[in-house]
């Protein structure tokens, strides 16, 4: 099992349609979740960071975390095709551990 | 530019060669992380510095890297005799070293070609 699991995808939506991203983690002692953004060929950027349960939302994106279930998520609404890249889930127990990361697409 | 910085943004070299990264991080940072990522994975965690002491390393770092922050600022990653296995992005990060709430900021990456 992955430390940190996500559905590698891709995820397509259309244009002004909310975006689901899940995320599941193996380390219950885990403190401290992270979306980031990356463009391909670039490096992560940060979008979020969550570190108690239940939902942090920022602009047009929400995290939820639910650390009995081992799950952290982010939601897009009013997706734009500027959204369109992959994003990776990272969690913080003893160091950062990354998820693979799913592409999403924002069709015009 | 307050962000990191990473040099060179490319790098290719010959297979057996050793190479060297930089990475400068955001100045009031004190702890500064190294990553390798490949194509379609996610950020590998390689090694972490906290001021000039490499407090971690992880299993994937293998004898022929090392990496050094001499004064607690920029840091260096080094690859000896590269194989084309070591062709990634390699990442620096770096970030306040604040506990639990601790938020890492990326560079730009080094993109490394081994031949």
């Known amino acids: 099992q992955k430390e940190v699991e996500q559905n590698s995808g891709p995820l397509s939506v259309p244009e002004g349609a909310i975006a689901s991203l899940n995320c599941t983690y193996s380390d219950r002692g885990s403190q401290s979740f992270f979306w980031y953004r990356q463009y391909s060929g670039k490096s992560p950027e940060l979008i979020m960071s969550i570190y108690s349960n239940g939902d942090k939302e920022d602009g047009r994106f929400t995290a939820q975390l639910n650390k009995a279930s081992q799950y952290v998520s982010l939601l897009i609404r009013d997706s734009q095709p500027s959204d369109s890249a992959t994003y990776l889930c990272a969690v913080i127990s003893h160091d950062m551990r990354f998820g693979a990361g799913t592409r999403l697409t924002v069709k015009p | 530019d307050t962000g990191v910085s990473q040099n060179p943004r490319h790098k290719i070299t010959k297979r057996g060669q050793n190479v060297t990264f930089r990475c400068d991080p955001i100045?009031?940072?004190?702890?500064l992380y190294w990553y390798r990522q490949t194509l379609g994975q996610g950020p590998e965690f390689l090694t972490y510095f906290q001021n000039e002491a490499q407090l971690e390393k992880s299993r994937l770092l293998s004898d022929r890297f090392s990496a050094e922050r001499p004064k607690g600022s920029f840091s260096t990653l080094e690859i000896q005799r590269t194989e084309q296995g070591d062709s990634a992005m390699y990442l620096c990060?770096?970030?306040?070293?604040?506990?639990?709430?601790?938020?890492?900021?990326f560079g730009p990456g080094t993109r490394l070609t081994v031949l």
């Open positions: 990060a770096s970030s306040l070293g604040l506990g639990p709430t601790d938020t890492q900021y």
């Open positions: 100045s009031e940072h004190n702890r």
